[in-house]
């Protein structure tokens, strides 16, 4: 299995500001992703980042809005821009185990915006 | 209509109950399957995670898939008040290499005293 921690692991943020999420995962892999978790509903995939290429974007996400970074085979962040209500959720690193091919999810950040 | 399937619930049941969590898929190209579990405010932890059809049992816990009807289940036996939790069944084929899931919306298991 793989242990992934995420920060921070809330935070209230005004309305045109930038946060960034960072996941650090206690093991090398290579497939990470970011989901958004909206109360009551189920997870939406908003890219996947493969350290050493460019990460790739669902429909719906954009890489102005949500610019992902993955400097290695441990960690990535996820930037939240220009922050609306509506981003106002729970963001969620996940990684894939390079062996068994078991998903793995951080603990999430809770992020609302006033 | 969505790939996968689930009941939202919540689902109540009495301390030491058989739960039966179940969810449907429609993609035949769905060869793994799994179960998550997620506390209030906590990620979701990966329960049980299968290959095609058949069983898998971990505990108290067992995973049931039937291709044939598109059904995917989950057991608890003797179940506790600990296991009051959502539980996300998700299914993934390998599509050109990408092996990322479909999750269901998660059905709320409520296990009281």
Redesign the interface.
Known sequence: ?AV?SQKPSRDICQRGTSLTIQCQVDSQVT?M?WYRQQP????T?IA?ANQGSEATYESGFVIDKFPISRPNLTFSTLTVSNMSPEDSSIY?CSV?SDG?????????T?LTVT | QKEVEQD?GPLSVPEGAIVSLNCTYSNSAFQ?F?W?RQYS??????LM?TYSSGNKEDGRFTAQVDKSSKYISLFIRDSQPSDSATY?C?SRARVGG????T????TSLIVHP
């Open positions: 299995s992934i497939m992703f009551g509903q189920s997870l995939l996947t969620l894939l068994s091919y078991e998903q793995y999810f951080g603990p999430g809770r | 939202p793994y799994m998550y405010r906590k990620g979701p932890e990966l995670y996300l998700a990408s092996y990322i899931p999750f269901g919306r998660g």
